[in-house]
T-cell receptor, first 113, second 111 residues
Framework: GAGVSQSPSNKVTEKGKDVELRCDPI?????LYWYRQSLGQGLEFLIY????????KSGLPSDRFSAERTGGSVSTLTIQRTQQEDSAVYLC???????????FGPGTRLTVL | DAKTTQPNSMESNEEEPVHLPCNHS???????IHWYRQLPSQGPEYVIH???SNVNNRMASLAIAEDRKSSTLILHRATLRDAAVYYC????????????FGGGTRVLVKP
């Protein structure tokens, strides 16, 4: 079946612009996660959704970052007033429930000029 | 999340076994040991997980020390496709399902 999909695959933006990154989880997966991976770095947790609510937002680096999930499915990560340090690969993952293995999407590579 | 320590890199020959160690001396009773791997230019991929007993699946085996302060991921016959960064992660089941990734071990497989 279809895996986790993310769009766009690549995004180049100018400093100060807002960007929206989309994640389509595997159908039926109630848990959804956002991570980011900066060049040469490990993966950093950003936020976790169970259904449409976000019980853990502890990884969001600043109030410029926000995320929502609607209908228990698609999620959007929004970065306002982008900065060069926001450049990274943003990865989305989903799991059947909060205690199951996570399936990762291919990521969105964000470049802020 | 409790911290794990892994070697930065390991090399193996194709079709030979690979043993990837992980130290987690501060593991708590509610921590599960998870392994994920990340192939070049891809998102991470689940490999295996366990709590106390050794585990086997089609991809690998996980050997957990009796005191749970260390574990070893075993790839029985390395292939070129197994070249990846392997992450050993402790997940506190009582604290949700977020994964805290460390530096991982970069595995190089030589033909």
């Amino acid at each position: 079946g279809a895996g986790v999909s993310q769009s766009p695959s690549n995004k180049v933006t100018e400093k100060g612009k807002d960007v929206e990154l989309r994640c389509d989880p595997i159908s039926g997966h109630t848990a959804l996660y956002w991570y980011r991976q900066s060049l040469g770095q490990g993966l950093e947790f950003l936020i976790y959704f169970q259904g449409n609510s976000a019980p853990d937002k502890s990884g969001l680096p600043s109030d410029r970052f926000s995320a929502e999930r609607t209908g228990g499915s698609v999620s959007t990560l929004t970065i306002q007033r982008t900065q060069q340090e926001d450049s990274a690969v943003y990865l989305c993952a989903s799991s059947l429930s909060q205690n199951n293995e996570q399936f990762f999407g291919p990521g969105t590579r964000l470049t802020v000029l | 999340d409790a911290k794990t320590t892994q070697p930065n890199s390991m090399e193996s020959n194709e079709e030979e076994p690979v043993h990837l160690p992980c130290n987690h001396s501060t593991i708590s009773g509610t921590d599960y040991i998870h392994w994920y791997r990340q192939l070049p230019s891809q998102g991470p991929e689940y490999v295996i997980h366990g709590l106390t007993s050794n585990v086997n699946n089609r991809m690998a085996s996980l050997a957990i020390a009796e005191d749970r302060k260390s574990s070893t991921l075993i790839l029985h016959r390395a292939t070129l496709r197994d070249a990846a960064v392997y992450y050993c992660i402790l997940r506190d089941r009582a604290a949700g399902n977020k994964l805290t990734f460390g530096g991982g071990t970069r595995v190089l497989v030589k033909p």
